[in-house]
């Protein structure tokens, strides 16, 4: 069965779940930017993670130009993100109706170290918590965290080793 990751994030996060999982399954990783159509099609297993950004996936535009090629593949998404609220929300936003269906997915909690932000993605996160009301969220979206560890990919690990094997076994 080929197999790839393909992820796109901003500051490390999904990227290092991309290598962990890739390092787990044996499979390679890639960015979108590395990968054709014709590279897509070939594949038949792809697994992809993307952070969040103001309520956006980072792969959402392509996710939306290859919906037509990825519903006929086993897919994964890992969304990498703050906090464990509006996942449902970051979903209807996010994935093509016809796919929703068809994907396994997982959300991964990230990391945020404002000191490492570019001048624009402080400032965006100000702007949104300037925009919320409630003083607790308020502080929790401003608050420099790292829960990205490795134990986190083992259900993804697991539900992609399932795929993997039944492959395996029909051969
Ligand atoms: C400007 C900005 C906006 C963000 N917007 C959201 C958001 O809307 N929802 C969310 O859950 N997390 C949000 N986050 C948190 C990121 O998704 C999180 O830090 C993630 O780990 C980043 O992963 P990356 O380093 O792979 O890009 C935001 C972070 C920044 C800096």
């Known amino acids: ?7 796109k994030g901003k500051y490390g996060a999904t990227r290092q779940y991309a290598e962990w999982l890739g390092a787990a399954l044996h499979i390679p990783i890639k960015t979108p930017e590395e990968l054709s159509e014709a590279d897509i099609k070939m594949y ?3 697994i992809m993670g993307s952070s969040v950004y103001i309520g956006k996936l980072l792969i959402r535009e392509w996710i939306k130009r290859y ?3 990825l519903k006929n593949k086993k897919v994964i998404l890992f969304v990498v993100c703050g906090s ?31 000191s490492k932000l570019s001048w ?3 400032f965006m996160l100000r702007m949104g918590a300037m925009l919320v009301k409630d003083t607790e969220s308020k502080k929790f979206m401003l608050q420099d965290r790292d829960n990205v560890k490795e134990e986190n990919i083992n259900a993804i690990v697991s539900v992609s080793s399932d795929v993997l094997e039944a492959d395996s076994i029909s051969l």
């Open 1 to 7: 069965m080929k197999s790839v990751i393909i992820y």
């Open 44 to 46: 038949d297993f792809i």
């Open 67 to 69: 919906a037509g090629v």
């Open 84 to 114: 464990g609220k509006a996942q449902e929300k970051i979903l209807k936003q996010n994935i093509p109706e016809g796919l929703f269906e068809s994907l396994h997915i997982f959300f991964l909690p990230g990391r945020l170290i404002q």
């Open 120 to 122: 624009k993605d402080r």
